[in-house]
Nanobody, 119 residues
Framework: QVQLVESGGGLVQAGDSLRLSCAAS????????MAWFRQAPGKEREFVGA????????SYAESVKGRFTISTDGAKNTLYLQMNRLKPEDTAVYYC????????????WGQGTQVTVSS
């Protein structure tokens, strides 16, 4: 059974940095894709960025490009989201997600971690 557990959220001030982690287990299939999404109050969940296990490439939403960086540990069991120069509009619940690379939707989700950026 695939499990994703996020951690690292918190309350920070605008301009600060924060790193989120997502510990993945139970995913015996490969290749797969892992991603970060976020959902702000009253808004739909939106894509933040992803890493593609097959070649290690990454992609980002325009709103975070240049400020956020996705990375993994050597064993590829932990996904990180380094968030720099945080803005109040980055306030959201951040979710880790995983899918088979051949799948079109993310089947597995973590419980989310709250990030609040004060102005």
């Amino acid at each position: 059974q695939v499990q994703l557990v996020e951690s690292g959220g918190g309350l920070v001030q605008a301009g600060d940095s924060l790193r989120l982690s997502c510990a993945a287990s139970g995913h015996t299939f490969s290749p797969y894709t892992m991603a970060w999404f976020r959902q702000a109050p009253g808004k739909e969940r939106e894509f933040v960025g992803a890493v593609y296990w097959s070649d290690g490439s990454t992609s980002y939403a325009e709103s975070v490009k240049g400020r956020f960086t996705i990375s993994t540990d050597g064993a590829k069991n932990t996904l990180y989201l380094q968030m720099n120069r945080l803005k109040p509009e980055d306030t959201a619940v951040y979710y880790c997600a995983l899918r088979r690379s051949s799948a079109s939707i993310y089947n597995y989700w973590g419980q989310g971690t709250q990030v609040t950026v004060s102005s």
